[in-house]
């Protein structure tokens, strides 16, 4: 059963990978960055060949894994003290439908608006995917890290705009 997995899915995570560190270094990421992102692609590319092989959505092949890796991202920007996009866009670029964009638009010119809805379709699924996962698991995290930094100005901002209004009256 791995066997046949390695055999089928091997080459797609291994140029994932290469993909992921040239794009690493095609947009300057700092060299000792470049091997997390590797590590994500790798991460979101394998989910993916997972979550295909067990006959998921279309939808789900691509959420999971961009909420997986947005959790990754999240996770080590925080350890590394970097920020999460460092991590996160190189990540997700193996989740990209570029072949799938590149074939709707094949269609659109060959004139086969059939052909063209139904790789436009599964453009916007796969597209949606990605950013269901990416923005629900961010989400988290913005409100999570930021809850203190809520309640302290929700809170401590009326009981010091008072004092600061008539500090300023006092001064004209």
Do not use: W
């Amino acid at each position: 059963m791995m066997g046949a997995f390695c055999e089928k899915y091997l080459v797609m995570i291994m140029t994932a990978a290469l993909g992921t560190v040239g794009y690493c270094l095609n947009v300057n990421i700092k060299r000792n960055k470049i091997l997390y992102g590797c590590i994500g692609g790798v991460l979101s590319t394998f989910l993916y060949c997972v979550f295909a092989e067990a006959g998921l959505s279309l939808l789900m092949q691509n959420l999971i894994p961009a909420a997986v890796v947005t959790f990754y991202a999240e996770v080590l920007a925080r350890m590394v003290k970097a920020p999460a996009t460092v991590f996160l866009i190189p990540s997700i670029i193996p989740l990209v439908p570029g072949g799938k964009l590149y074939y709707t638009m094949r269609a659109i010119v060959d004139g086969e608006g059939s052909d063209a809805k139904i790789f436009a379709m599964e453009t916007i699924v796969i597209a949606v995917g990605i950013a269901a996962g990416i923005v629900a698991v961010s989400l988290v995290f913005y409100h999570t890290s930021h809850k203190k930094v809520q309640f302290k100005v929700r809170f401590d901002a009326g009981q010091d705009a008072v004092p600061d209004c008539k500090a300023r009256a006092d001064k004209q």
